[in-house]
């Protein structure tokens, strides 16, 4: 993957260290979406659910399964406008955007554009939460193109739990039903509790 902007390196990093639990469907659906006619894709759901994180992965398995697409990402606090002017578009054969958070409606009307433009070699891929979701999908409309919304549930006790437990090496149950239920299966939700407990000690 491609980084079109400094801030979004950062952040990034963090969440290529926690580790991916689930979603394997999901995973998939992102996958075939590469290889489908569809023009874009709106992964939805509440904060914290791992919308993010669950793109980056399939990002990874994407280019590693089919090396003509190159995947670049963007988050809210980039500037698309002059990440975008970088990259060749006429020497690319595919290129899929990912645009993470992000709701500045002029750029999303230049990603758009070239969306439209070039509808045979550029896909969006959008992580937003579901109260904004219609919203892109009405956009997708407005210029022609075709979208799948991707919904993400939480994940399982028992998922949330392999996780804590690889992760972090909590084996308490009443510790590991405590940040099941607090996280209400948010992933990211999850990996800040455990943190906290190890880091001061409680565990």
């Given amino acids: 993957m491609i980084d079109l902007s400094n801030s979004w390196q950062a952040s990034i990093r963090q969440r290529f260290d926690l580790p991916f639990y689930g979603r394997s469907e999901a995973v998939d659906d992102i996958i075939e979406f590469a290889e489908s006619d569809s023009n874009v894709l709106v992964v939805h759901g509440s904060a914290g659910i791992g919308k993010t994180r669950l793109v980056v992965q399939a990002s990874f398995q994407l280019q590693a399964r089919h090396r003509e697409w190159t995947v670049y990402t963007a988050n809210v606090h980039a500037d698309l406008d002059a990440g975008l002017s970088e990259i060749e578009f006429d020497e690319e054969d595919g290129i899929i955007l990912f645009i993470d958070d992000t709701r500045d409606a002029d750029q999303l009307e230049r990603v758009f554009d070239i969306a439209a433009q070039r509808r045979s070699q550029v896909k969006l891929v959008f992580t937003e939460r579901s109260i904004f979701a219609s919203s892109l999908e009405d956009r997708t409309n407005r210029f022609g193109l075709d979208a799948t919304m991707l919904p993400l549930s939480p994940l399982d006790s028992e998922t949330v739990t392999s996780l ?37 000690g409680l565990y």
Avoid: N
């Fill in 164 to 200: 804590i437990q690889d992760a972090y090496g909590i084996q308490d149950p009443q510790t590991l039903d405590w940040i099941v239920q607090v996280s209400e299966g948010k992933p990211l939700i999850a990996h800040l509790l455990a943190d906290q407990l190890v880091s001061e």
